[in-house]
């Protein structure tokens, strides 16, 4: 393994958009402790000398991860993703990881 990529979360952010959520969406995401799972990878990272890196969700669902091209016209559906620029087929959720 080269390196491990991981999304920056917040919690925060997650959990402040009270109307949009139930209560017990939010004290499930809470509950998770995705702090102390980051710090145990973190750790295992350093022991095993390998990066570990935090990514932007950030146009993910519109950026083809093979050329890099950024555009909203390739997420065809939920599903279905196909690069403007080279023209690669991906299913969306593959392509955004």
């Not at 997420?75 to 593959?94: E, G, L, Q």
Request: proline residues 1%; hydrophobic residues 35%; contains cysteine.
């Amino acid at each position: 393994m080269d390196v491990v990529v991981v999304e920056s979360l917040s919690v925060k952010d997650m959990t402040a958009h009270g109307g949009n959520y139930k209560r017990h969406m939010n004290r499930s995401i809470r509950e998770i402790h995705i702090g102390e799972f980051l710090r145990k990878l973190a750790q295992w990272c350093e022991m095993h000398n390998i990066p570990l890196l935090g990514a932007s969700a950030k146009y993910t669902s519109q950026t083809c991860h093979m050329c890099g091209t950024v555009d909203a016209e390739s997420r065809i559906s939920r599903d279905k993703f196909i690069c403007t620029n080279c023209t690669r087929v991906f299913h969306a959720d593959v392509n955004a990881a």
